[in-house]
């Protein structure tokens, strides 16, 4: 799809909702899978919320208008979870099937479901070098298998003029 379709299309769509994408991604009691338990490492504090979602691992598709994504057909999902007060923390997303898939994890920590550079922390599989654009989709994929699939992911926040882990807490 050239971008002046994109654009298009995005302007033709409504704006986004908290609830888009979040029924494919709420995993269910006993998820037998396939889905990503997220372990949490590196919280700022416990204030807020956690947003996973999901996207096709390319990196047109990666971090764009989930609207779009949905319109097109292609993978988008997403989870909201509150963060507990104490704790170790894990979340789950479901995925459609066992492949290769880019992932974002947000720290809300106003819950105002927006990133806010000053304040709010951002992860990835892998832990890419965050600079000041979104990482390739490749450095910040994942591949699911056809049951449950653990992986870690290091929230980063801004220190300075970086984007980066906090010191382990």
């Not at 990835?124 to 000041?132: D, I, R, S, V, Y």
């Not at 870690?152 to 807490?169: F, K, V």
Request: hydrophobic content about 40%.
């Amino acid at each position: 799809m050239s971008f002046a379709i994109a654009i298009a299309l995005a302007a033709a769509l409504p704006a986004s909702t908290p609830e888009l994408g979040t029924r494919e991604g709420a995993c269910r009691p006993n998820e037998p899978g396939p889905a990503l338990l997220i372990d949490v490492v590196g919280l700022k504090d416990r204030s807020g919320l956690l947003r996973a979602e999901l996207y096709p691992a390319v990196d047109g598709d990666f971090l764009a208008d989930d609207n779009v994504l949905i319109a097109a057909g292609k993978t988008f999902a997403r989870v909201d979870m509150t963060v507990p007060p104490s704790g170790p923390v894990r979340l789950c997303i479901r995925v459609p099937r066992a492949g290769h898939y880019a992932l974002s994890l947000l720290h809300d920590r106003n819950a105002n479901l927006k990133f806010d550079l000053s304040g709010d922390g951002i992860g990835f599989p892998g832990n890419p070098k965050l600079g000041w654009s979104k990482p390739h989709a490749d450095k910040a994929a994942v591949q699911a298998g056809p049951g449950l699939t653990t992986i870690a992911i290091r929230l980063n926040y801004r220190r300075g003029l970086t984007m980066r882990p906090l010191e382990d807490r």
